[in-house]
Structure formats: structure tokens, C-alpha cells
């Protein structure tokens, strides 16, 4: 893959990565700079982002900031340089545990309005069985990234 263009197999990739992202808040640019840092694996200029996407620097640089405050990404500076290069973190279930503890947070504020304030029988059970299935999935995707990290890390 070149620095400035992508081919159309890669563009396919890069766009339907970003509309699947879409639907958790993520802009089309943001998704579409991620989507292209997972294509390239090795830290990438702000530059080369912007002409290959063909995106402005701000936007690309933007969209990267973001990414890297989330922990999708990760820069680096070069030696020497004030220039600064991204590329996908290696931690990348950190993301996703943050995903998994949102939705337990989610659990818990249902679960502390069914038993604090809640008045009828009928939504105290509604938000009590609510709030233990989105707990009980935080749990679950907690423990299994967990066990996905250590299987990956293995080898």
C-alpha cells in the first residue's frame, strides 16, 4: 500500500470499517483514520493519513487526537523531530473493556433506581432484571477479553 493512494480493495475496507463504527458515535473521518492505520500496522505521519484519505491535515489530525485519547491509537515522535507518527495500539482490548464497563455502569444506575427510587413493584422488577443482564454481560466480556489477551499474547 503506497503512501498517498489506496487501492480500491483498500477503500472498500476503510469505508466499511467506518460505517460500522458509525453506529457507536464514531465520525466517518475518525472511523476511516483508524480503519487506515490497522491497513498500514507501523506509524504513520498526519500527512500521509490526510493524502491518502484525502482529508484535510486538521481533520486527519483531529480525528487522530481523538482515536489516541480513546487508546485506539498510540504516537510516537521521531527522534530528533518534532513530527508525530500514529498507529494502532497494541493494547487493544482496552477499548473494548471500557465498552464492557460503560454497560456495567449502565447496570449499576439501573439497579440503584429499581431499589432507590422506582415506586411501582412492576418497573423495580423491570429495572432489577435489566440491570443484571447488562452487569452480568460486563462481567462476562471483562473475563473473556481477559482470557482473549492472554491466549494473544501467548502466541
Given at each position: 500500500m503506497s503512501n498517498d493512494n489506496l487501492n480500491e480493495a483498500e477503500m472498500q475496507f476503510v469505508n466499511a470499517f467506518s460505517a460500522l463504527l458509525a453506529p457507536w458515535g464514531l465520525a466517518p473521518a475518525t472511523g476511516k483514520v483508524l480503519g487506515f492505520?490497522?491497513?498500514?500496522?507501523?506509524?504513520?505521519?498526519?500527512?500521509?493519513?490526510?493524502?491518502?484519505?484525502?482529508?484535510?491535515?486538521?481533520?486527519a489530525w483531529n480525528s487522530a487526537k481523538g482515536l489516541e485519547a480513546f487508546g485506539h491509537i498510540r504516537s510516537t515522535t521521531l527522534s530528533g523531530t518534532k513530527k508525530v507518527l500514529y498507529s494502532p495500539s497494541s493494547d487493544y482490548s482496552a477499548v473494548l473493556v471500557q465498552q464492557a464497563q460503560l454497560i456495567g455502569s449502565v447496570g449499576n444506575l439501573l439497579r440503584n433506581c429499581a431499589e432507590n427510587i422506582a415506586e411501582d413493584s412492576e418497573a423495580m422488577d423491570a429495572l432489577s432484571k435489566r440491570a443484571h443482564v447488562y452487569t452480568a454481560l460486563c462481567h462476562s466480556m471483562i473475563t473473556k477479553l481477559e482470557e482473549l489477551m492472554a491466549e494473544v499474547s501467548k502466541g
Open positions: 492505520l490497522f491497513l498500514k500496522q507501523k506509524p504513520v505521519s498526519v500527512d500521509e493519513i490526510a493524502g491518502a484519505l484525502k482529508m484535510s491535515r486538521v481533520g
